[in-house]
């Protein structure tokens, strides 16, 4: 009986840890996408967003996929630095929810600045042993 315990024991703190490394890993890719956003790194964020995801502003601006790419490729959506200060990864079968918070800075359009505190969550699923960003709303704070 103390042999299943034990084996039971080792097999759920194996399970555990690797749910952890692997929402650890979704955290990293997430802040590795916004060093994407603000360098221009096109084919590595084309491969991280669904095809379906929506990007939520805090303004209320919702962009797909299609419009946030063609967005920083024309400089209407510029970011020029993203602070992460916190952030964490919870994992839910084959989907990961970020939520975080952090200073946005960028120019817009008309080259004026902006620079605004967000909390925001993003959603991931792994689709094909990718994982994919779905989803993702800010709030300002």
Known sequence: MKMILLVVFV???IISFSQLKEAD???Q???KKFG???N???DSLDLVLDPQIKF???NGWIQSKTEMIND???GKLNYTNIDVRESSARLFNQTVVITGKGTFKGLMPDKSEFDINLLYTEVYVKTKKQWRLVSRQATKI
């Open 11 to 13: 097999f759920n703190s």
């Open 25 to 27: 890993a979704v955290n």
């Open 29 to 31: 890719l997430h802040k």
């Open 36 to 38: 994407w956003m603000i």
């Open 40 to 42: 221009k790194k096109y």
């Open 56 to 58: 939520i502003h805090s």
């Open 72 to 74: 920083l490729k024309s």
